[in-house]
């Protein structure tokens, strides 16, 4: 296994009290496998992922929990050490490009940089593989020349998508990489990614709010809600057979292009919970419409298939459930039981 995580707990120290952002998640991303994590803002998917670079913001602290890369815990290297795995065996691609491209830099310049200080390399050779990495990701050689305002929204997206492969990592960890583009650039963005992660067997974690872009890339996926892991395993038996309520809310909430029939999308009414003080039991019950006494309780993660979990009280009916969550006004007005 490439990467690990086991009971990784992050907070946020704020005027307030303790944000308990990520509270005691664990996934594994296999070797040449893609893995998303999928849930709405605020359920701590961004927290969770830079947290494996180690890159936190300093009112954030780890409160528990282990980070396996490659057989080591990264949590317990030094900061020179994780100097040495950044960019070189995990690598970043940001949700905005355009933030994340120096705006007063040629393109071709930035890579270049990364080439020679991070990775070693002569200028020359380095204006090559510069070269190279714009023809990998679609982009004319040409363009290396160019500042970032001069490119499209897709062109910039690639273009860090290359900025990111450059010293071809083992890991790269994309947040919401297409969030911000129209749905054909997304297509295509995703087309581009997905062959170069199957070219070069890149484990990739992929960080997004949509159910359609899981469906389309990934081999496993990781549902998150208020902090926790609510479901987990490949993602065709997770999105044939999802086994926790909010996992079929967020599937009905999006069309699903190949059914025979129309259906009425059903929206999860509500927001997450705050997490300076987390409700008990069920993280989820306050806006599940097959919530029972029972769901005042911490539920226990439950196997429902060979790589399957599911931390739901009630997993051992979700035929039962998701037959009822068709009818859109099963999600209207929800009331805690």
């Not at 990701?137 to 997206?157: A, I, N, T, W």
């Not at 998508?161 to 990592?169: Q, T, V, Y």
């Not at 419409?289 to 979990?309: D, L």
Request: proline letters at 6%.
């Amino acid at each position: 296994m490439l990467l690990s995580v086991k009971d990784l707990k992050i907070q946020y120290k704020t005027r307030k009290g303790i944000v308990h952002a990520v509270d005691g998640i664990s996934f594994d991303v296999p070797e040449g496998k893609v893995v998303g994590i999928v849930g709405e803002s605020g359920c701590g998917k961004t927290t969770a992922v830079r947290s494996l670079l180690r890159v936190m913001p300093p009112v954030a602290s780890y409160a528990g929990g282990e980070i396996n890369f490659d057989g080591s815990d990264i949590l317990k290297l030094s900061e020179r050490e994780m100097n040495k795995l950044r960019w070189r065996d995990i690598a970043y691609i940001p949700q905005s490009a355009m933030n994340a491209l120096d705006p007063v830099w040629r393109v071709g310049d930035q890579i270049i940089e990364v080439l020679t200080k991070r990775g070693g390399f002569k200028k020359a050779k380095a204006k090559l593989r510069a070269e190279e990495l714009f023809e990998m990701v679609g982009l004319e050689q040409k363009r290396l020349r160019d500042y970032p305002h001069q490119f499209s929204g897709g062109m910039r997206q690639r273009a860090s998508i290359a900025l990111a492969l450059a010293l071809s990592p083992r890991l790269a960890i994309a947040d919401e990489p297409v969030t911000a583009l129209d749905v054909i650039i997304q297509r295509q963005v995703l087309d581009t990614f997905s062959r170069l992660q199957r070219e070069f067997g890149l484990s990739v974690v992929l960080v997004t709010h949509d159910i359609s872009v899981v469906a389309y890339v990934c081999d496993y996926v990781v549902v998150m809600y208020a902090g926790k892991i609510v479901e987990k395993g490949p993602v065709k038996d997770v999105l044939s057979s999802p086994s926790h309520a909010y996992t079929i809310g967020l599937y009905n909430a999006f069309p699903e292009l190949s059914a025979d029939e129309e259906r009425e999308l059903s929206p999860i009414e509500g927001g997450p919970p705050q997490l300076l003080n987390p409700p008990e039991g069920c993280r989820f019950r306050d806006r599940c419409p097959f919530a029972q006494e029972i769901c005042k309780q911490e539920p226990v993660e439950v196997q429902v298939g060979p790589e399957h979990f599911s931390l739901c009280h009630r997993a051992h009916e979700a035929a039962e459930m998701r037959e009822k969550a068709r009818d859109p006004a099963v999600w209207r007005g929800v009331v805690t039981a």
